[in-house]
């Protein structure tokens, strides 16, 4: 007969204010208990079984993706990404957007954006104050920000640049009001895309962005443009040769923005918040050694990965960690927990990069993007990023914590970020 593994036995309620309120010890007191493998009830999200054995995050990650479903889950996402997004698809559907978009984001063609990345990430340092404390995290918003509206949309500097901008900032901020969260969880997804104050609001930046997608699309020039917008025009599919619709790029462009922008944003914030806590590593940061500067970078996500855990939807009965688990139950790797094994890495809350060098990082135990075949796409591009921003900062400006005392991990939606915005003082 299926069951579920043990977990806590407190109400559904209760349950939920760990893990919204104190996400880190809640998991770690759960371990401690339960084992590797333990089942959280949590508000609006069914029964999750969480695992944070390599070999049970190995079997998900290579599992069938028609048993293994992820578009579900994030389903919420929809009224603003819109029914073609890769995020929210599965099976054949998902593959054959994935496949469009996979190319334009291999590890190799990152350099190309690198000139891009440091003039930005140089600007924005040149315009920090000295000696009063500031917040770092809407610094690199700013810099993520404009990082994808250059590489991804492919947008030059000017006007369009400056407008495109304006609409992306005033639009973020409205979705990511607590307001618009509360309607989005009680009408629920379907009704909301329906409601006109909602597409109103929309309305500006699809303007832009399907002004930007038919430009481009007639664009002399395109056959030579290298930002991933280009890319994705000229992709074909892979069963008719056909392009990708006008909806479908808005649809993607959108997604990349979504997932790529905050996400990227928050790790550079936890990366400076621990190095300035760490002067030595800073210096040898400093010293542009790639390697090291990689090795930052990846010990950044396994000690404060912003997104804890990964989900996938059970269709029919699916055998893991000793269970047989029922369809309909959600199985969660949990990044947090996977990263904060003292048998894979020794010594496991101590911020230390050199790590990296000593040992690779493992598939199934380093796994910030996800894993199989929906590992996150922008997986380079976000690593190539932090490390050119990185290194940009640490060459260029001396940077102290504002208060000596570790920010803690706190919920901001759906990602971890540090409590004070990761403060500090340049110099
Ligand atoms: C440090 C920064 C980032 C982190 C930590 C991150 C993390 C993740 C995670 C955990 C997933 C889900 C993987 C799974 O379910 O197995 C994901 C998916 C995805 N990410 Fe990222 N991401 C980052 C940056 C980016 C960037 C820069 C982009 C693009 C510009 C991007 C685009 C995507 C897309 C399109 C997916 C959906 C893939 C699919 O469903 O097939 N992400 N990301």
């Known amino acids: 007969m299926a069951q579920l593994p043990p977990g806590p036995r407190y109400p559904r309620p209760l349950q939920t204010v760990g893990w919204v309120f104190r996400i880190g010890p809640f998991l ?33 990650f290579t599992g069938d993706p028609k048993v293994l479903h992820a578009g579900e889950g994030n389903a919420v996402l929809k ?9 929210l698809l599965d099976e054949a559907a998902h593959m ?4 469009l978009l996979l190319p334009p984001f291999h590890g190799e063609r990152m350099q190309r954006y690198g000139d891009v990345m440091r003039e930005i990430a140089e600007r924005e340092i040149d315009g920090w104050p000295t000696g009063q404390p500031f917040k770092l995290w809407p610094r690199m918003q700013a810099v993520t920000l404009e990082v994808i509206m250059r590489a991804v949309f492919g947008v030059e500097e000017g006007a369009q640049l400056d407008r495109l901008r304006r609409v992306l900032q005033h639009t973020l901020e409205w979705a990511t009001k607590p307001a618009q969260m509360f309607l989005m969880a009680a009408v629920g997804p379907e009704r909301l895309s ?7 609001a929309l309305e500006p930046l699809d303007r832009e962005l ?37 909806q479908e790029l808005r649809d993607e462009l959108m997604t990349l923005l979504v997932a790529g922008h905050e996400t990227t944003a928050t790790s550079l914030s936890w990366a400076l918040e621990r190095l300035v806590r760490h002067p030595d590593k800073m210096d040898r940061l400093r010293e ?59 010594d496991p809350y101590a911020f230390r990069p050199e790590r990296f060098l000593e040992q690779p990082a ?12 929906r590992r996150c796409i922008g997986g380079s591009f976000a690593v190539f990023e932090m490390k050119t921003v990185l290194a940009a900062i640490a060459s260029r400006v001396s940077l102290t914590p504002a208060d000596a005392e570790s920010e803690r991990v706190v919920r901001r939606a759906i990602t971890l970020t540090p ?9």
């Open 419 to 427: 409590s004070r915005g990761a403060e500090v003082l340049a110099a």
């Open 79 to 87: 009224p603003v990404l819109g029914d073609h997004s890769v995020l």
């Open 210 to 246: 399907f002004g930007l997608i038919r430009a481009r699309r007639d664009d002399p020039g395109l056959e030579e443009k290298v930002d991933i917008l280009s890319l994705l025009l000229l992709a074909r599919d892979e069963a008719d040769g056909s392009p990708m619709s006008d």
């Open 28 to 60: 770690e007191r759960c371990r401690q208990r339960y084992g590797d493998t333990f089942t959280l009830k949590i508000a609006q999200e069914g029964t999750w079984v969480m695992l944070s054995d390599p070999e049970d995050v190995r079997k998900v």
């Open 96 to 99: 054959q957007q994935r496949k």
């Open 362 to 373: 493992g598939t199934y135990t380093w796994i910030p993007f996800g894993g199989g075949v």
């Open 194 to 200: 329906d409601m006109p104050r909602f597409r109103r």
């Open 288 to 346: 542009g050694d790639d390697a090291y500067v990689d090795a930052v970078a990846k010990e950044t996500l396994r000690l404060r990965p912003v997104i804890p855990i990964v989900v996938r939807r059970l269709t029919e009965p699916f055998e893991v960690g000793g269970y047989t688990l029922p369809a309909g139950v959600t199985v969660a790797p949990c990044i947090y927990l996977v990263h904060r094994r003292a048998d894979v890495y020794p």
